[in-house]
């Protein structure tokens, strides 16, 4: 069943390509209109939404961060995105004109339902994200868009976490179409980027060898760091919570910029940190922030690991490791730079000698507050 592989999250980040294809598929109607699966909104009350909240827990969260990016740009509503098991007890402004998108793989998330239950008291719109079918947050939902990244076995979430990304892709697009902004006209061709990312996927699976090689040699480190900038930062995140499940390695996700405020006092001779580069073509200055930065971490003897675009050749002569993904729009980026950082923590905890699939202390569906 684990259809030749040692692990299923192995297999399961191998499906990556398919599960991203499948929920992008049937998504588009002949008159290019982008469809949700259940709907008990009007079109009317979505354009009336003038604030969105994203909740969620652990990785579905890192998802919402990444989409908040996407869903400003393209729909210009303001967006926050806010860890489910702190937003109700801060009494967050909500009313029937605030979208509150509740992102979860089981569906069945106890922090995540009691978010959206708060947010229903106060008479919020509630949209669910959600890779099971009639679970508990898309049933009390008004809409739901399911993933269709099919079962997830392995505790750590891989798989789902890219078909959040494109769920989150697609509610973006649907309210700027909806909304008839200015962004409604790019929508076609974010989609047509959207469809050619299976395959970047695939692609990027066919060169994870000198990656696996790479993580055998990060096997006694005592500590990864992760930095990002833009949607580098929440993939910076979430490679750092692989690592932590998987590895029982300190590792912690920073924004780039914010490591001189602090982080990079924990730098030290040979500490791996883990750099998400943006295209160079695409956010110039960040790509240049990246770099010094790069620069920062390497002169107080970091041993710099980085994922950085095709075609980018400032970064090779900083770092010790380049790994390379397809050249991706900014925004889609996290769908090619995470699948490096999964298989890297997957074989840093193989080679410590862990069980990939069962982490010690967690459970798949976390179903207590
Ligand atoms: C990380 C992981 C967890 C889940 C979190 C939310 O690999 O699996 O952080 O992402 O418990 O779960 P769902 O998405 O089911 O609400």
């Known amino acids: 069943e684990k259809g030749g592989y040692d692990y299923f999250m192995l297999k399961e980040i191998a499906e990556q390509p398919k599960a991203v294809a499948d929920t992008l598929r049937g998504r588009l109607t002949e008159a290019g209109e ?23 827990c652990g990785t579905a969260y890192h998802a919402g961060l990444v989409a908040k990016y996407a869903i400003e740009h ?6 926050e995105v806010e860890l489910a098991s702190e937003f109700r007890y801060r009494d967050p ?8 998108v509740a ?6 998330t106890m922090d995540t339902i009691m978010a959206l239950r708060h947010a229903k008291v106060q008479k919020a719109r509630v949209l669910a994200i959600s890779n099971t079918n009639g679970s508990t947050i898309p049933r ?29 892709y697609l509610v973006g697009l649907h309210l700027a179409q909806v909304r008839g902004i200015k962004y409604a006209d790019e929508v076609g061709a974010v989609v047509a980027q959207l469809q050619a990312m299976p395959s970047k ?31 580098g930062y929440p993939v910076a995140l979430e490679g750092a919570l692989k690592l932590k499940e998987l590895a029982y390695m300190h590792a912690e996700g920073f924004a780039a910029g914010e490591l001189k405020h602090g982080p990079i006092a924990l730098i030290d001779d040979g500490t791996p940190v883990i750099c998400v580069l943006p295209s160079p073509r695409g956010r110039a200055v960040l790509h240049d922030k990246m770099i010094s930065n790069i620069q920062e971490v390497r002169a107080r003897g970091a041993r710099v690991v980085a994922i950085a675009e ?14 390379y993904v397809p050249r991706t729009p900014t925004l889609l980026a996290p769908l ?32 207590v507050e």
């Not at 699966?37 to 969620?56: N, P």
């Not at 990027?204 to 949607?231: D, N, Y």
């Not at 095709?310 to 790994?323: I, K, M």
């Not at 193989?350 to 179903?367: F, I, M, Y």
């Open 93 to 100: 402004v909500l009313d029937r004109s605030t979208l509150v």
């Open 34 to 56: 982008i469809t949700l699966d259940e709907v008990r909104l009007s079109d009317q009350d979505l354009r009336d939404v003038d604030k969105i909240f994203i909740v969620a």
């Open 201 to 231: 996927v695939d692609e990027v699976l066919a060169t994870m060898e000198p990656v696996r090689e790479l993580g055998r040699s990060l096997g006694s480190a005592r500590s990864v760091l992760f930095i990002g900038r833009h949607v």
């Open 103 to 108: 992102i979860s793989q089981s569906g069945e």
């Open 74 to 79: 393209w729909t210009r509503i303001p967006c």
């Open 336 to 367: 090619v730079t995470t699948v490096p950082l999964q298989v890297l923590a997957a074989e840093i905890a193989a080679t410590r000698g862990h069980d990939v699939d069962q982490p010690r202390n967690l459970a798949k569906s976390v179903t």
């Open 140 to 168: 009390e939902s008004d809409a739901v868009l399911y993933t269709h990244a099919g079962p997830e076995v392995a505790v750590a979430s891989t798989k789902a976490f890219l078909t959040q990304l494109v769920a989150c």
């Open 310 to 323: 095709e075609g980018d050749t400032a970064v090779a002569p900083h770092a010790d490791h380049v790994v």
